[in-house]
C-alpha cells in the first residue's frame, strides 16, 4: 500500500512539473518561425498534388505576399527548396489523406500557403 501511494505522489509531482514546465516555456504564446520550415511543410503538398518537388505556385505566392523568399532556389525546372527536402519527404504520408481531403474543395494557393 505504501509503495503504490508513493508511486501515485511521484507521478502527480511529475506530471505538475511538466505541465509547469511547460507553460512557463510557452508563457509569451508567440510562435518563433524560420523561413526554412515553409518549403519543407509545403514539399508534402506539392509532391501529392502535383507529383513534384517543384514549388512555383508558392513561390509566386510568398514573393507576392512576404517580398522576401529565401527559401526557394531557381533552378531550370522552376522553384524549389533552398534547403534539405528529406524532412518533407519523410512526413508526406502523414499528408495525403487531409491533402486528398482538402483537394476536395478546390482550395488556392494561398490557402495551401495557410
Do not use: C
Not at 20 to 46: C, E, H, K, M, Q
Not at 66 to 80: E, L, M, N, R
Not at 105 to 112: E, I, L, S
Amino acid at each position: 500500500m505504501i509503495k503504490s501511494v508513493s508511486r501515485r505522489r511521484l507521478l502527480l509531482a511529475a506530471t505538475f512539473l511538466f505541465l509547469l514546465s511547460f507553460s512557463v516555456y510557452n508563457a509569451n504564446f508567440r510562435t518563433i518561425g524560420s523561413g526554412d520550415t515553409i518549403p519543407t511543410s509545403l514539399i508534402p503538398i506539392a509532391l501529392i498534388t502535383k507529383g513534384s518537388l517543384v514549388m512555383d505556385e508558392f513561390y509566386q505566392y510568398y514573393l507576392s505576399t512576404i517580398g522576401d523568399v529565401y527559401y526557394f532556389h531557381k533552378t531550370s525546372y522552376g522553384y524549389i527548396s533552398s534547403y534539405p527536402i528529406a524532412t518533407g519527404l519523410l512526413i508526406t504520408p502523414f499528408y495525403v489523406l487531409p491533402v486528398l481531403l482538402f483537394e476536395a474543395g478546390n482550395p488556392t494557393t494561398a490557402d495551401w500557403a495557410s
